[in-house]
């Protein structure tokens, strides 16, 4: 399971946020463009690309997307 | 692992009865601090839905049961089973299934049983009314399933924007070497506060506090109101049912992708829609009633096949996969084929009494 990768599927899931605005380091909900449907699309993707299943807790006590990335590689 | 498979008994016919009053889901309706009314349509698929001060879940489901025993030309007399699947009965007691028996004009010689389950529910009742008939012993019985009117009054509350009022009724009967129905059932009781109405039952009494309101997620709520983790049901819906419907296929060694149709609860669009694609089915094999009748709780899988898919397979047997899963948390999956006698019953608009 690949960073890079992880963050470019993470990036996709917004339409108004630019993918270069979305790095490692993002706390991805203080993005403007976040909201709790692109938490369900994040629940979604992980899913569909990881094959883990996250919960609302997981999505809220993370901070940055490598946070989340390492959330998801743990639970694989 | 709990699979069932009961034989010698058919779905009769379908009917489901939802208050004649739209309310559509615009700018006024839908409160959130967060997002629109036309997001709120996007996210769920909720256009519309059917809404009554007034009208209890048995009161659809009495509509629709005497528009089906009219089409089936059912004698009352022969109906010796009632269930009735609800979260929001006519009282805290008694039963309203014996309420039903004796409304219906029924004979006294009749089982009735509540069940309390949300949207598994019909799956769950199915289940529990074609044990009833499997052995010939009950020839005719009803199963009434659905939502409507919550317990608890709210001042200037219209309901959540995402839920629809409707009342159904399948009627089973004894039917000697049919193949019957294959269920697969789950529960975990783990995510009991998934979705949850905290007060109102004997854990949290009702009380003057149980008015109070406080603020979920931008949005105001008292105890006796439900309320969703939304991101948790979202989770365990998506892997659930595609799981459930696997476990089944599997078991019972069938290719689930021979279906005719595949009748789910409907919670939100999105949620249906990653259900579809993990599932690879084609989305012309899956209907939905949503966009006008909201999440309708355990009434979604037979009002979908009464306002969807009337008048469409009735003349030809029609292999069919439903899957109810929500609140409790509980699921249950069933695959069954209708024959060219089901009667589905055309949809009941009931009036608000004046």
């Keep these: ?76 | 692992m709990a699979f069932l498979e009961i034989k010698n008994v058919r779905i009769a016919g379908i009917s489901a009865g939802v208050p004649q009053i739209v309310l559509k889901n615009d700018s006024s309706s839908v409160l959130s601090k967060e997002y629109d009314a036309a997001a709120f349509v996007e996210l769920t698929g909720v256009a519309e839905r059917r809404y009554s001060r007034e009208l209890t879940t048995s009161d659809l489901c009495f509509a629709a049961a005497e528009k089906l025993i009219s089409d089936l030309r059912w004698e009352k007399d022969d109906i010796e089973a009632i269930i009735f699947v609800s979260q929001t009965p006519d009282y805290v007691l008694p039963a309203t299934s014996c309420i039903m028996q004796d409304r219906l004009g029924l004979n006294k010689e009749c089982y009735a049983l509540d069940i309390s389950l949300g949207c598994s529910g019909w799956v769950y009742g199915l289940n529990d009314v074609a044990s009833l008939v499997t052995n010939g012993m009950i020839k005719k019985a009803l199963l009434m399933v659905g939502d409507a009117k919550a317990r608890a009054r709210i001042p200037n509350s219209k309901g959540d924007p995402l839920f629809g009022h409707a009342g159904t009724v399948t009627a089973l009967e004894y039917d000697e070497g049919n193949k019957g129905f294959k269920f697969h059932f789950g529960t975990d009781g783990s995510g009991y506060d998934a979705i949850i109405t905290p007060a109102g039952g004997s854990r949290n009494p009702v009380t003057p506090q149980a008015f109070d309101k406080y603020e979920i997620d931008g949005k105001e709520y008292c105890d006796l109101q439900s309320r969703m983790k939304g991101m948790d049901v979202f989770a365990f819906g998506i892997t659930t049912a595609p799981k459930s419907i696997k476990k089944l296929a599997k078991h019972y060694e069938f290719d689930y992708l021979d279906a005719d149709y595949y009748v789910f609860h409907q919670a939100n669009m999105k949620m249906n829609n990653q259900i579809v694609k993990k599932l690879k089915l084609a989305p012309e094999k899956v209907p939905s009633c949503m966009l006008h009748f909201g999440n309708t709780s355990s009434a979604s899988i037979p009002l979908t096949i009464v306002t969807q898919l009337r008048g469409k397979f009735e003349n030809k047997p029609t292999k069919f996969i439903c899957c109810g899963f929500g609140v409790g948390l509980s699921w249950g999956t069933v695959a069954f084929e209708s024959d060219e006698r089901i009667v589905i019953s055309e949809l009941v608009e009931v009036e608000d009494p004046s």
């Design chain 1, 1 to 76: 399971m690949q960073l890079d990768e992880f963050i470019s599927n993470f990036a996709d899931l917004f339409d108004d946020t630019d993918a270069s605005e979305i790095t490692a380091s993002t706390n991805y909900r203080e993005l403007e463009e976040w909201s709790s449907l692109i938490a369900l699309s994040v629940i979604a993707m992980v899913d569909d690309e990881y094959d883990v299943t996250l919960k609302g807790n997981d999505i809220t006590g993370c901070t940055t997307v490598e946070d989340l990335f390492n959330l998801v590689q743990s639970k694989a």
